[in-house]
Structures are given as C-alpha cells and as structure tokens.
C-alpha cells in the first residue's frame, strides 16, 4: 500500500499555518485571534508528526508533546489576561483596546 | 547514552533545577502554606536570597569544572544541554539581572498595591526559562526554554491588574509573541525535516554543503528569524515593544528590557551561528537591512517621545539594532562585542530603569520625562547616576557603552562593512538629542512646586550604585571585564 | 609615570575633591577651586623645564589601547593657556556665579582635565575618549549658568560637535585596522617607512573625516553657526574657556593628526579650504560689525581670526604653520580678554547691548584703558600679540598664494573697523538716559584678573622669541611630515634653542 506522500501533510500543514495567520492578521475578537494561533500550532505539530514518521524516529513526536504543553500553558495565561482585560474595558474588540498610543 | 539520568546531566542542570525548585517554592509558599497575609509579604521574598545564592554556586561550580578540567563545554542529556563559556557568561548576565530586579521590586509593588509573593516566583521561573535558553543545544529544549521565559513575561507584563495600561501591555505582547513562537516553531520543523534530528550539531552537519538559496532552508530562515527578531525586537517586529515596556510595572519592564533580550540574544546567536551558518549568504543582506530599519525606527520614534519608559523602550530597540550589527561583522570581535555589548547594556539600562523606579511614589506616577525636572537639585546622587547610565546608552566615553559600541563598530571595520559602520556611528548622535532631553529636564529645567520626596530604600540604593559604577569603571579600566567576554567566546 | 602623566590627572583629582565639598560653603568651594587651579598652573610651568615628557602606559591591552601621551612645542604652550585660564576663569566667576558654585567649579575643573588630555594624548583611541570629554561639562556650563536661549545654545552645540565627531571615531578605527595600532607616533613611523600607505580615495575620505570633526570646532565657515548662539548664551566664564581653548582643539587637531596622517590629501584639498577660511575672515568680520549685541560681535570676530590660523595651516610652510600656532595663542590670549571685559560691564550694566552703553570711560577710565589695549591686540597692532600671528601668516599665506595674502589682509582692515566702532560706541560718546546701573571702574579682582592677559599680550607682541622657537621646531617636524615621500625621524624632540631661533631669524 502507498500511504499519503510526505509532501502532501506538508502542504497541508502549510495551508493550514497560512490559515492560522490569516485569521490572526484579520480578526477582531481576542478570542478568535486566540484559536488561530493555536490553529498555527496545530499546523506545526501535524508538521513535526509527518517529519517524524517520514524519518520513523520519535523525535519529532516528542515535540509535538512539548508543543501541545506549551500550547495548553499559553492559552491558559492568554485566557487569563483577556478576563483581566475584558473585566476592565468590557469589550473583545481588537480595536478598540489601544489606549496605548504610537 | 542509556543510562536516564547521569551525573553529569545533574551538574549540568543544577542552576535550573534550584531556579525551579525555589520558584516553585515561592509560589507554594505565597498560596497555601503562610495562611497569615501580613507574615506573606516580607517571608516570600526572602526565599529569592538562597534561590539566587545556590543558583549562583551552582554556576560557580561548573565554571570551575570548565577551568580545571581545560574543557570547551559539558555536554549533558545526549547533547540536548550544553554548558560552555558562552552559556555561562550569560548565566551569570541573567542571575545579576535577577538579583537586582528582586531587591528593588519590594517596594516598588508595594506601592502600586500588588505585592504578591508569585512576582518572585516568576522572576525565578523565567531565569530558570533563560537559563534553557542559554545552554541549550536541542530545538526541544531552546524552545521550551523560550516558552518558560515568555509565558513568566507575559504575566509579569499584565501584573498590574487594575491598569488598563498593563492589560493592554499584556495583551500585545502575549497576542504578539505567541504568533511570533508560532512562526519561529515552524522553522524548527523544517528544521527538524531538513536534519532528522532536533540536535543543533546534527543540524548543522547536515546543513552543511546546502546552497544558501535552496527554498526550504530559506523558508526555515525566515519563519526562524521573525520569531527572533520579534524576541530581540527588532523592526519592523518591534511593535509590542513600546506598548509592553510602558504598561508594565517597571520592576517588570527593567527586567524584561535587559534579561529577556540578553536571553533572546543567546538564542539567536545560537541558531544564526549554528544551523543557519551556511546560509549566512542569504541572510547578511537581509539582517543588515533589518539592523539599519531597527536603528532608523528605534532612534527617531525616540526623539519624540514624552514618556521615559517609552524612549528607553525605543532606545533599547536601537540597541537591538547595535547588536545585530555585531552579529553581521560576525568575526570573533564582532561575537566578543555582542558579550560585550550585553554585558554594558545590562548594567546601563538597568540603571535607567531603576532610576525611573525610584521616581515611583505615592500618587505620582514619575514617568514622564517631565517628572524628572529639577532631579540634580532635588538628588543630585540619583541625577548623577542617571547622567551616567545615559551619557553610557549614548555611547559617549569614557563609560562602559562607548566600549560596546566601540566593540561592534570595530568589527564593522574589519570585516569591511564601512557602510554600516558609518550609518552606526551617525546614528550615535542622532541617539544624543534624546538622551540629553533626560538630561536637560535634571539638570536645566527647575523642579514642580510641590513635589514629594524619592522614598528610596536601601536595596534601590544599592542596586543603583553598582550598576553606576560598574557602568563607569568598565569603561575606564575594562581590561578584567573583557577578558571575560573573551572566555564566553564561540566555538 | 612621569610628571606629565601626573601632571595630566591633577585636574580630575581637583574635580573629585571638590566634589567632595558641601555645596553650601560656596566660599570655601571658591578658594579651593582658585587655589587648586593655580596649583595646577603652577606645575605645568614645570613642563618647560627639561625632561621627561612622555608617559606610555598599557591600558586596555586587549584592544592595543595605551595611555600614551607626550607634548611638544605645539602642545606645550596650549597647556599652559589652559592651565591659566582656568584660575582667571573661576576669578572672574566669584561674583557673577551665585548659585549651583560646586557645580559650577567641579565642571570647570572637568573641562579643564578634558581639554588637557586632548592637547597631549598620542594615542588615538586615548584621543577621542579626551575629545568627548570635554563635550559634556560644556554643555552643562551653557545649559545651567547662561543666558535666556541657553538650552538651544547648549543642544546645538553639543549636537553639532558630536555628530560631526563621530565620523572621525569611525575613522580612527579604520587607520587602526589598516596601521594595527592606534599608537600615533607608531602610525607616523609606519607611514614614513611605507609599511602603511592610504590609497587615494581612503586618504580623501579620512581626511574629510577628521577634517570636519576638527573644521566644526575651529569654527570654520559654513560650520560655524553653533559658535555665536554658545557665546553668546554662555556665562562669562562659559565664554572664555570656550573661546580661548576649546576653539583651539579644532586647530590643534588639525595640525597634529590631519595633515601629517594624509599629506596628499591635505595637500590637494588646501585650495578650497584656504577659499573657505579667506570667506570666513570676510564674512566673519562683516557680520561683526553690524551686530548690537557685544557678545556676538566677538564671536563673529573669533570666527573671522581663527580663518586666519586655517590659512596658515594650509599655506603649508613654515612661516604659515608658526603664524597660525602663534594666532592661536594670540586669539586665546586677547579674546579670552575680550570676554572678560564684556563680562565686567555685564556685572555693571546687566546688558549685552552696544546701545545700553556709552561713555564708559568717564566713570571708568582704567578699564576703558584696559579694553582699548586689548582691543588694540585684537586688531593686530604692532608691538601686541596679534601683529606677529597675523604677519607671520600673511607671509606664509603669500608664499603659497598671493591673492589669498591680499583678500586675508582687508580681514586685518574690517577687523580695525569693528573693534575701534564698537569701542568707540560703548566707551566714548553720550550715556543713554535710561543708564541705572552705575559704572564702577575695575576692582582688585578683576585686575588680578585681567593682568596676566594684559602682560602676555605685550610680552607675546615684543618678545616673541620666548615663544617662538619651540613652536617653530615642532612645526618643521609636522611639515616634514607633511611632504610626501621624505624620511623623517618621529621622535619629538626638546628643540634646541640656537638652532630654532636661526630658524626665525631666517624667517623673518
């Protein structure tokens, strides 16, 4: 049996990480930009995951286990910084949370 | 090679483990084991001392090792971590930066009403993320080390929790470095894809001979370079920079301007120089163009800057630019200037921003330079110091930041990028008008009527006077200091 | 280390022990910075006599940095020039400075320890560092203790000066790449034995470096628009370390690391520069006379007399080299005393302007009589100091260029013009109606100030060969230096009294 050529979960990965920066760069609500980045990192790990198949190692694996942690880490702070903000200014609009000036 | 976990492995990880430990232990401490709150506030921070002391005899013992035994570097967990005179150098950058920023943070969250204990938990917790950051060979580890870093900032940035100035900070800098890690961890695939290894020197065996052109090294290069450029924050991935030094505590952003940088700086040094060599080709073009974008947008937003923390922000920016330019000579005076140029940089940004922390008190914010008027009258010592640390971020000698730039642009020259160094050396006084704003608004400008007096403690005190000194001696007897530099050489 | 390596540190000891002081015994803080300071002129005297005079220490070795510096007949009367004006300075201060005194002496002293190192440093890198130096109290002595635009003289300055330093830092390091060694005289040996030579184009663009670094400081036309806002904005004393010593830096520098490091380039970029210095001493000298504001009109004038130290430079002879060293000494001498005076009838009247003067001399004839010599001095008459400077560049310049001779001489005739109309205005003539101030005649203070000027203009005008013959041999070094493809010796010798005043002898 074939099996999925390597290219292609890479170009998936790649889609799929090209997706993740789009909605970072056009979406509004903080918890929308949130999930594409998370979406990026999932494209990453599906990379790692076919790099490590491809080279029949678990190095890769285990990066993708490092990656989810840190992932779950970073959203749990995130999450927690966006309920401060929220609580302050009682909006999750992107454009509107710039009283920091240029 | 089968054993789990050797001897070696231990004493290479002992800083980090005390790092963790005590880290951890502060914030147990902080949250359930001192139930009574007014014990909390002076108990926790103690527990910082004997975390920074054994920390430090840790990395005491293992430059003894390197010394003795006439080793380059020990290598521990199959070559994951690695010990040599550069991780060491910067250990000891961090652990200083540590140091100081915990003894003035008491006083300091105190008066902005969030003195909680988890503040020197984090700190702790981010050196321990330095520290991977510093002596790791392994993407696995370089990463995770970034990430323990960053995600101690990001909370350290939003500490401030009534502040929407401190969300916000929190929030771009959070938003921003997650892309950004995003980004920089799909390089390390391709990465990985490319060498069948996470490993940096089966990397770089295996990069060897590739054309510098070939598409999905540049890929990697590039993903690789946002995510840390945007660390170092360079242009144009230097936005969350202002924004994230202004809102933050400036406890917190003193540390993040000098640690997380040099951390950064670490890193980036150890992938442009390790894995990325063989496209150096591909990438001098185009770091230099982001060297000169840095300087350019970090020197003339400077000048027209009202807030002190903001133009620090701005001008620790340039520097990032400075240091680059290092990267680029990339002889060995050009990596020595890099030790050299963070070496300085540490202790005058330091001093700048513990200045700007000694203005902060009840119901006055001091962070305008205007808030400064009249310091040479009020305090001549703080007024001085503070002349010091800018005439030393001006690169003016004989203080220890001309040294570093001298460094930088003296590897310019040898490797004959003259163009550079001249644009460097402009850019020198371009950086002077805004510092001496600072300087004008102490020592020209009369004082408000009624303005309180600087409640400084003894460890504010302290801490300044060491940074000042060092500031100054290093750059009129810097032999000692530079033959250190030296010794934190590359391979 | 020898004397001079002691020597050179005395005024940042002076600095930390005032320091020391409380700042509320201004008094105390007075006579200490008085009396160190004459001490410290005391012991330069000692640099005339005999040997050693050079100290060549390591100090950052891990860069080929040494503190190494020597001084010679070019060096060794600006240092005592500095070493004077700084007592004289804080003399005319006493009064004038009343708040901020601790301040105001320990930058004095500051500037005074950067200046000095600049005069005798060897070493390039030791060069710079000295040059910077002296940058920063300036600044402050402008920004504190001037006059109302002082914070826009004080930037300007201080910006101006520095950006166009900064090139020559990175040159400096460029001939330290291609020479191995930032140690002058080393550099120079290399040079003469062909060890390191500059291409065409490095030896332009080096020059060009240096040169405007050194052209900003002089000042030399069009550089020189920082040079009246500092004068004028600048206290008294601001304005006469300015105007006698730091102007003097530029020239210095010149002289000392331009033109011997990149003769031909020097050589063929003198046409334009004499042109701009020949502009300068006419447009300096115009300006001069249509400004109301005393001050102004003698920096105009400063700027108009030190476009005759350039043209002396860039003759490229003997004479024009011992006219324009010889020029600097004068201008430090008779326009330090120009701004000491201006500053006594600042006490007096609280004003800069000509109009709210006149008739001066009535109330005062001693200083009327003290201004009208140093006015004198300024125009270059016979038998003051200024005559034999400017002679003696005429001369060179002449040699070099006939018509630069011609142009530079109607600078000596508008200089006669503004200096005796503004005399005349301020000191003869009607009173103005709305005088209040009374005008006292001198003091003793200010006699023991303005004395010693007073006596080295007539002593440098008659008796030029006290001064002369050093000067002259370390300039026939320089210009041996300075003429491509001759071997010379670098050591800079004591000169030898006999030979060198032939040497003037055969020059005049």
Known sequence: ?102 | MNLFYTATDHFVLSPAIQLAFWGCAILLLDTWLIPDPRKRRWLVPIFVLPAIVLTAIALGKQHAYLVSEGAREISAFNGALTVDGFALFFNWVFLISTLIVSIVSYRYLEIEGEHHGEYYGLILLANCGMFFLATGTDLVTLFVGLELMALCFYVMVGFLRGERRSNEAALKYLILGAFSSALLVYGFSLFYGMAGATKLSVIVKAMQGRDPWDPVLFLAMATTSVGLLFKISAAPFHMWAPDAYEGAPTTTTAYLSVASKAASIAFLLRIFLGPLDVARPAWEPLLAGVAILTMTVGNFAAITQTNVKRLLAYSSISHAGYMLLGLIAGNDTGLKGIAVYVLVYTFMNLGAFLVVIALRRQNIIGEDVADLAGLAKRHPGYALLMLVFLLSLAGIPPTAGFLGKYYIFLSLVETGHYVLAVIGTLYVAVAIYYYFRIVRSMYLDEAAADTAPLASTVGLRFAVGVSGLLTLCIGIYPEPFLRLAHTSLLK | MSFLGWFLLTPLAAFLLLLLLPREQEKTIRVAALALSLAIFGLSLGLLAGEPRETDLAWIPELNIRYHVAVDGLSIWLILLTTLLTPISILISWKYIDRRVKEFHAFLLLLEFGVLGVFAAMDLFLFYVYWEVGLVPMYFLIGIWGHDRRIYAAVKFFLYTMAASVLMLASIIYVYQRAGTFDYPAILAMLASGKLTFTSLEQTLLFLAFFVAFAVKVPLFPLHTWLPDAHVEAPTAGSVMLASVLLKLGTYGILRFCLPMFPTAARENAGWIAVLAIVGIVYGALVAMVQPNVKKLVAYSSVSHLGFVILGIFSFNQQGFDGAVYQMLNHGVSTGALFMLVGYLYERRHSLEIQDYGGVSTPAPWLSTVFLITTLASIGLPTLNNFVGEFLVLQGAAQADFRWAVFAATGVILSACYMLWMYQRTFYGETPEKVTHQMTDLNGREWAAILPLLALMVWMGTAAETFLPRISAANRLILQQTTVNVPFNVQTPAPRPDVAAKEIADAR
């Open chain 1, 1 to 102: 049996m074939q099996g999925v050529p390597l290219s292609w979960y890479l170009i998936l990965s790649a889609i799929l990480f090209a997706l993740g920066v789009a909605g970072f760069l056009f979406r509004r609500s903080i918890i929308t930009v949130f999930m594409s980045i998370e979406l990026m990192l999932n494209a990453v790990n599906l990379s790692f995951v076919a790099f490590s198949y491809q080279f029949k190692q678990v190095d890769g694996h285990l990066f993708t286990f490092f990656v989810m942690v840190v992932a779950a880490a970073e959203a749990a702070v995130g999450l927690a910084i966006i309920l401060t903000v929220f609580r302050n200014r009682a909006t999750l609009n992107i454009d509107e949370i710039n009283s920091l000036k240029y």
